[in-house]
């Protein structure tokens, strides 16, 4: 198990050099924190519970409707945006970004971090 958090650990600090990314974390698609890299006084058990609820939200909406799953959910504020992608059967992956942030790049490099991570979860 340390293996794994260990490369868990490093995707998520891989996707936080990314330019314009404040925080990043791995959640069960139940909303269990498994990994969070993230600034002091955040709190990342409440920040991976909504973000999982949101998506599973997002994925029934869509489903219902017969538009199939959703690759993301993107929440955008004035002060950032969140965004939650699935990582497999087992996980989601989630990541704030900085208000101005440049969407391309961080979602490029989410989609390979989320393909990252279903290889070994």
Known sequence: MDSTLEALEKVLIDLKKVGGVEASAAASRDGL????IMPMGQHAETFAAMSATMLGAAETATTELGKGIP??????????????????PK???????????GLGLILLELEKASKIIKGFL
């Open 91 to 101: 996980a989601l992956l989630i990541v704030l970004t900085t208000p101005d942030a």
């Open 33 to 36: 924190l498994m990994k969070a």
């Open 71 to 88: 690759e993301r959910v993107i929440v955008e504020s004035e002060h950032g945006k969140l965004i939650a992608t699935g990582a497999g």
